[in-house]
Structure formats: structure tokens, C-alpha cells
């Protein structure tokens, strides 16, 4: 049983910058890869950003450059720092723990970026 917990989303204006945080609880034994996904109204889930537990990180391209993924194995949290924001960044997004298929899901925080 492993419980994730978002935090970090709101409002922001183009350009701008928000640090999403996903803290895991619970029965963990192994923790292979934290990512981000998100979700936008009427769109498909998609994959923003993974890391591995040996520290290997994957970007969706529309994101690489302005997004970083990271984690503080102290604390069992990822965070995801979101810059330079657009409003196409606009969506609910996901935090995961090993896999989308057979891991478990965050609630999902809303990332708005507008004027």
C-alpha cells in the first residue's frame, strides 16, 4: 500500500516557473522509477519526465530544456521544476511510482499557465 502525494500546482503567467512535489508514504520495498505525466482536457496522459532509481532521466521532448526532474531519497519526494511556462504546460498532472501500468498514481495537480 503506497500512498502519493501532489502538491506545487497553480496559476502561472507565461514564462513563469513552479516546482510540483509528489511525496511517497506507505509500504514501499523498491521505488525503480518516479515520474510526471500529464493530462490536458479531451488529450491522452502523456509522459513528461522519469528518473530511475540509478539516476537516469527521460524528457518528453516538448518539455526538454525548461523541465527537471530530481529526487530527495531522504524524504521519498520528486519534484519536477517547471520553467519558462507556456500555455500548452497547461494540464493536471501525474505523479507515478514504478510504471504507469502497474504502479501507483498520485490525485493530480492543475498546472494553469496564463496571462
Known amino acids: 500500500q503506497v500512498q502519493l502525494v501532489e502538491s506545487g500546482g497553480g496559476l502561472v503567467q507565461p514564462g513563469g516557473s513552479l516546482r510540483l512535489s509528489c511525496a511517497a508514504s506507505g509500504s514501499i520495498s523498491s521505488i525503480y522509477t518516479m515520474g510526471w505525466y500529464r493530462q490536458a482536457p479531451g488529450k491522452e496522459r502523456e509522459l513528461v519526465a522519469f528518473?530511475?532509481?540509478?539516476?537516469?532521466?527521460i524528457y518528453a521532448d516538448s518539455v526538454k530544456g525548461r523541465f527537471t526532474i530530481s529526487g530527495d531519497n531522504a524524504k521519498n519526494t520528486v519534484y519536477l521544476q517547471m520553467n519558462i511556462l507556456k500555455p500548452e504546460d497547461t494540464a493536471v498532472y501525474y505523479c507515478?511510482?514504478?510504471?504507469?501500468?502497474?504502479?501507483?498514481w498520485g490525485q493530480g495537480t492543475q498546472v494553469t499557465v496564463s496571462s
Open positions: 507515478n511510482i514504478n510504471g504507469a501500468r502497474w504502479g501507483t
Open positions: 528518473v530511475t532509481s540509478a539516476g537516469s532521466t
